[in-house]
């Protein structure tokens, strides 16, 4: 189905969880690659037109430690023409819950990325059977916004 990646960071393994999820049902279109964001440059996502970028929230609704170079150096990029889904994972205890996935969605528009589909907010882990319904229904959605942008192009 075409170039796909995930690019996420995790802490408690929350987010990696998710990330599973998507990984595996995208994985059911075509293979998704994937990477950790605190070892990976965001050039990597040049090489792809289906992105989907993942990070837990941090504090107040910050980004994490992990994750600020690549948010960083996505403030440099042209994204025109690259596709994105953002997603993370967070606590509602915290006024900004998932803020960091809402923080990445917004860089990718500023930079002319388009949104695939809007971003998934998980409360802390996938195990609860709405929150991994949730991610289900994210994944199938990329899928699905994916098969369509391939019959018009």
Do not use: W
């Not at 059977?129 to 018009?152: G, S």
């Amino acid at each position: 189905m075409g170039n796909i990646c995930i690019v996420y960071a995790s802490m408690t393994g929350n987010t990696e969880e998710i990330k599973d999820i998507l990984a595996s049902t995208l994985n059911t279109a075509a293979e998704a690659d994937v990477y950790m964001m605190d070892n990976t440059e965001a050039e990597i996502i040049e090489d792809y037109d289906y992105i989907l970028l993942g990070s837990y929230t941090y504090d107040d609704g910050d980004i994490p430690f992990e994750a600020e170079d690549f948010y960083e150096e996505l403030e440099n990029m042209d994204l025109t023409g690259k596709n994105f889904a953002c997603f993370g994972s967070g606590d509602t205890l915290y006024v900004d819950f998932c803020n960091a996935a809402v923080l990445f969605e917004e860089r990718v528009q500023e930079q002319g990325g388009k949104i695939m589909e809007p971003v998934l907010k998980v409360e802390l882990s996938p195990h609860d059977e709405d929150q991994k319904e949730k991610c289900l229904k994210f994944a199938e959605n990329v899928l699905h916004f994916i098969a369509a942008d391939k019959i018009k192009n």
